[in-house]
T-cell receptor
Framework: ELKVEQNPLFLSMQEGKNYTIYCNYS?????LYWYRQDPGKSLESLFV?????AVKQEGRLMASLDTKARLSTLHITAAVHDLSATYFC???????????FGQGTRLTINP | KAGVTQTPRYLIKTRGQQVTLSCSPI?????VSWYQQTPGQGLQFLFE???????NKGNFPGRFSGRQFSNSRSEMNVSTLELGDSALYLC???????????????FGPGTRLTVL
């Protein structure tokens, strides 16, 4: 059974600092997703990582995937308040037709 | 292109009642998935439909059911509501492929169900 674990679950940081959210998954997965959720809102797709070594960047966010280590990271560079949200990673097994989500990381960025 | 829409957005029901939630996927998307989100359990998969067929089901009791219509719109039904069914129910659509690939899932705004 595929399990996905994120850490940390809560992260409070200051503007301008860098930090990384980690996402480990327990079995081979075909692809890894990162989503953002604002309070009371739905999930917004950020990145889809398809292969080992994949790296994607959008603004101050960069996601990477290491399939051998079964690890994905979401790196935040020079954080700004607008990035405050809950971030979820999710993995999928080909043919299983379902996403398995991590617990989410609640990120708070303080001025 | 219009996104995923869900109706209603908010619902208040009492224990023992039943409820039907609706989801309209992005035009051209044939796969619809349903997830339940609660503070305690996080995001949990309910079921996925493709071309009117349920392809996968999560670990939920039989009180939770769904269906998909020929236009890809989907409904989920919860019968004999319990307090623990209070949650945000999210629908997601993706292109989907007949061979099983899911593709990137795009989520709707959700239906917030409160059971009293």
């Amino acid at each position: 059974e595929l399990k996905v674990e994120q850490n940390p679950l809560f992260l409070s940081m200051q503007e301008g600092k860098n930090y990384t959210i980690y996402c480990n998954y327990s079995t081979t997965s075909d692809r890894l997703y990162w989503y953002r959720q604002d309070p009371g809102k739905s999930l917004e797709s950020l990145f889809v990582l398809l292969s080992n070594g994949a790296v994607k960047q959008e603004g101050r966010l960069m996601a990477s995937l290491d399939t051998k280590a079964r690890l994905s990271t979401l790196h935040i560079t020079a954080a700004v308040h607008d990035l405050s949200a809950t971030y979820f990673c999710a993995a999928i097994i080909q043919g299983a037709q379902k996403l398995v989500f991590g617990q989410g990381t609640r990120l708070t960025i303080n001025p | 292109k219009a996104g995923v829409t869900q109706t209603p957005r908010y619902l208040i029901k009492t224990r023992g009642q039943q409820v039907t939630l609706s989801c309209s996927p992005i035009s051209g998307h044939r796969s619809v998935s349903w997830y339940q989100q609660t503070p305690g359990q996080g995001l949990q998969f309910l079921f996925e439909y493709f071309s009117e067929t349920q392809r996968n089901k999560g670990n939920f009791p039989g009180r939770f059911s769904g269906r998909q219509f020929s236009n890809s719109r989907s409904e989920m039904n919860v019968s004999t509501l319990e307090l623990g069914d209070s949650a945000l129910y999210l629908c997601a659509s993706s292109l989907g492929l007949a061979g099983g690939a899911l593709g990137t899932q795009y989520f709707g705004p959700g239906t917030r169900l409160t059971v009293l």
